[in-house]
């Protein structure tokens, strides 16, 4: 049996990160992953470019049953560091609306840094190596039964990921774990995914498919203000990933399709300056034709603003301003993002990342519940997070 200092579970971005400051410290790293290759979330992430981190991080960008928790790991490895990591190895990178950082060439450049100072550390990757059986000893010691041998270790850090993407090798084996050690895991679901929708609507709306529009989503808890997208299967796009993880099954969203516009306003100027156009000519200049004649009837459509009546306008005016839809459901974790829920955190101490009841067991990463919005928040989680396990472990 080989003695190990650190096992890491899971060669991806929490993972990496720990490993890479464990190391530092001079303890001996052995990151362990079932994949045949590291960072495979790292490398499919923003369309190949790697949305890496945001300019703005702050704690009301992550969801959490305890929400305090994000906020100590987030101070201590921050934006800015990982950026001077970017700017050591020279990756050109760019901005992109709200903060988004990505990378110029390829998400390949950040996996590249990632082993490259791994490797300076010696931190040893084994990839398509499963574990069979984790047991700790009574030394404050684990043993790990792999199919490439026995381990020894003092630490094991669970940076195994959520169930999100199962085909890039996505299981549940970092919440079987935290079970097996009897740590609480709160319900998980699909998160930052796209939303069906009702037989009906999915009738109606699929010949949509292909516009995106700015727009406001919203719910009870939260809006967002980005691009929609319709789709053969239902609704996408920005707004709709960002509201997804705010949505319960059955919750009606509102979407305003004109948010930058008082659109009564200007129907009621164009009325009263005798404007003898067609309604859905002017609402052309504001929104695609195909979407106004699946939001309003086409006899309305044909009418010029004379003919409608101020019953008629204000519908046709709540029809874009308030389109209300009732989602079917999600696409699933084959299309998330993320995972909602995860490890309670109200078990792991946010200063080490360690369990609070075993000792020598740190959970970092997506595995934990902490979810962040799009934008490169779920990375600098994982950043952050391994960055802190990995001063301790």
Same mark, same amino acid.
């Given at each position: ?14 993972? +990496? ?14 990151v ?44 201590r ?25 990505f ?12 082993l490259?100072?791994c490797?300076?550390?010696?931190a040893?990757?084994q990839?398509?190596c499963?574990?069979?059986?984790i047991?700790k ?40 774990l935290?079970?097996q ?14 939303f ?25 808890q ?8 319709f ?19 059955g ?24 404007v ?6 002017? +609402?052309?200049e ?13 006899k +309305? ?9 101020n019953?008629?306008?204000n519908?046709?005016?709540?029809n ?12 699933g974790?084959?299309?998330a993002?993320?995972? +909602? ?8 101490s946010?200063?080490t ?41």
């Amino acid at each position: 049996m080989k003695n190990i200092d650190v096992i890491i579970i899971g060669a991806g971005a929490s993972g +990496l990160m720990c490993a890479i400051e464990a190391g530092k410290r001079g303890r001996n790293v052995l990151v362990i992953d079932h994949a045949n290759k590291a960072g495979k979330k790292i490398l499919m992430s923003g369309g190949g470019r790697c949305n890496f981190t945001n300019y703005s991080i702050e704690a009301e960008n992550f969801i959490s049953q305890n929400t305090h928790f994000c906020k100590s790991a987030l101070s201590r490895f921050t934006q800015w560091d990982f950026l001077a990591m970017i700017e050591q190895y020279k990756i050109p990178f760019h901005e992109r609306s709200h903060g988004q950082l990505f990378c110029d060439n390829s998400a390949k450049d950040i996996l590249n840094m990632l082993l490259a100072e791994c490797k300076k550390v010696k931190a040893d990757i084994q990839l398509n190596c499963k574990i069979k059986k984790i047991n700790k000893l009574s030394d404050d010691k684990f043993k790990l039964i792999t199919d490439k041998g026995e381990f020894s270790c003092q630490s094991v850090v669970v940076a195994t990921g959520g169930l999100s993407i199962p085909k890039m090798g996505a299981t549940a084996f970092g919440y079987q774990l935290a079970e097996q050690f009897n740590i609480n895991v709160l319900p998980v679901c699909a998160a930052l995914v796209p939303f069906t929708l009702q037989p009906d609507d999915k009738e109606k709306y699929s010949l949509l498919s292909g516009i995106a529009v700015p727009c406001v989503v919203s719910n009870q808890q939260q809006s967002f203000k980005e691009n929609m997208l319709f789709t053969h299967r239902g609704l996408s796009g920005p707004a709709i990933l960002q509201i997804s993880s705010y949505w319960k099954a059955g919750e009606t969203i509102y979407v305003n399709f004109l948010a930058e516009l008082d659109l009564a306003e200007v129907l009621m100027a164009k009325r009263n300056n005798k404007v003898k156009m067609q309604l859905k000519t002017i +609402l052309a200049e504001f929104l695609p034709k195909r979407l106004l004649e699946a939001l309003i009837e086409q006899k +309305l459509l044909l009418l010029s603003l004379q003919d409608i009546s101020n019953k008629q306008l204000n519908e046709i005016v709540q029809n874009i301003i308030c389109w209300k839809i009732k989602p079917n459901g999600t696409e699933g974790y084959r299309t998330a993002e993320v995972t +909602l829920g995860g490890v309670d955190c109200a078990e792991i101490s946010s200063k080490t990342m360690q369990s609070q009841t075993i000792n020598g067991l740190y959970f970092v990463g997506e595995v934990l519940d902490v979810t962040g919005w799009l934008g490169g928040y779920n990375f600098q989680w994982a950043w952050a997070s391994g960055w802190c396990a990995g001063q301790y472990v």
